[in-house]
């Protein structure tokens, strides 16, 4: 049983995935910094940026996929439809909720007379960060892909 419990240490597919999701995040604050000048530590727990650690993981993950299972497996070509598709699209469904919201406030506040209060709470907004610009899955994808060939290539 204890073999198998340690099995997972061996798995080279999802311990690239993890690399490239530690080392993508570690590696926007220095880009973060490089290009504002300013350094931003929250970087590492957040999401969207440069370069995304989503697309990072995923192309790490295909690529060891690619090595393990050869560029005919459907598990190499399914992959990415997430990080482009799915992810892209609900940043954008949460830029059109946070308008909604602005425009339900004036709405309600227009409609009833309300007037502003000093030191009113600001609307809290959905993340829009959610998504990524193509540069990052772009940027991303080569992080994992780079990390995968390197696992490979040098240590496997």
Known sequence: MEGNQLAI?????????????IF???VKIPIHYFLNGKLDWKLMTSTGGMPSSHSAA???LTTAIAYEEGLGSPLFVIIMFDATGI?????QQALV?????VDFQTFVQEAKGWQQKDGQQKIQELKTLLGHKPSEVFAGALT???ISVVIYTFIV
């Open 9 to 21: 240490l061996y798995n080279t597919p999802l311990l690239a995935a993890l690399f490239g999701i």
């Open 24 to 26: 993508a995040q570690i």
């Open 58 to 60: 995923v192309t790490s």
């Open 87 to 91: 992810r892209y699209q609900a940043g």
């Open 97 to 101: 909720i946070n308008q909604m919201r």
């Open 144 to 146: 994992g892909i780079l």
